[in-house]
């Protein structure tokens, strides 16, 4: 009810509405007028704050630098998170992390022009079984069933290191093949 009041009338007054600008000197001569009254007035003029923008872009700046810090800081702290939910599962870590970072070592030595396709193979499959193992620490984190986690966390390891043996025997018997034929080959 009262819309249909309103619509009527803006109806009622259409084309009354004074939508000129005042002229020149208007609000001079509305003060004078105002202090003829006895009252005091004065002109009110709007002060540009020039501090507004660089606090803006100052405090958009922290923001950022706080969020990218605590992403950082997020990473950095899950090996710490998981040795403080199992300090068994980081010794292992340490354990298993070095004989692997050895062999991989080793089959990096071992790469030859007929190896090199296995060993590319191989590390594309340890990549894949790294970022599982780092699925496996989030779960972890996040309170899943410890017991069955920390098992898949050491049979992941478990898969990296017999993959590795099983890439060296290879290469060995690669390198035996090779040696045979080349001494079985006459001129």
Do not use: C
């Not at 060993?119 to 790294?130: A, G, H």
């Amino acid at each position: 009810m009262e819309k249909d009041n309103l619509e009527e009338l803006f109806k009622n007054m259409q084309g009354a509405f004074d939508t000129e600008e005042p002229a020149k000197g208007h609000q001079m001569r509305f003060l004078e007028k105002l202090n003829s009254t006895g009252e005091k007035a004065t002109t009110v003029t709007k002060k540009k704050s020039w501090l507004w923008k660089p606090l803006s872009i100052a405090a958009s700046i922290a923001i950022l630098l706080g969020l990218a810090y605590g992403q950082l800081n997020s990473n950095t702290s899950l090996e710490n998170q998981v040795a403080e939910i199992s300090p068994e599962v980081a010794k292992s870590q340490f354990y298993f992390a070095s004989l692997i970072e050895e062999q991989v070592k080793e089959l990096e030595a071992e790469e030859t022009p007929e190896t090199k396709k296995i060993i590319s193979d191989t590390m594309v499959q340890l990549k894949t079984l790294e970022t599982d193992y780092q699925n496996l620490e989030k779960e972890l984190i996040k309170g899943g069933n410890s017991k069955l986690i920390l098992s898949a966390m050491i049979t992941n390891f478990q898969t990296r290191i017999d993959l590795l043996n099983d890439v060296l025997s290879q290469i060995e018997t690669i390198k035996n093949l090779k040696n045979y034929n080349d001494e079985n080959f006459t001129i």
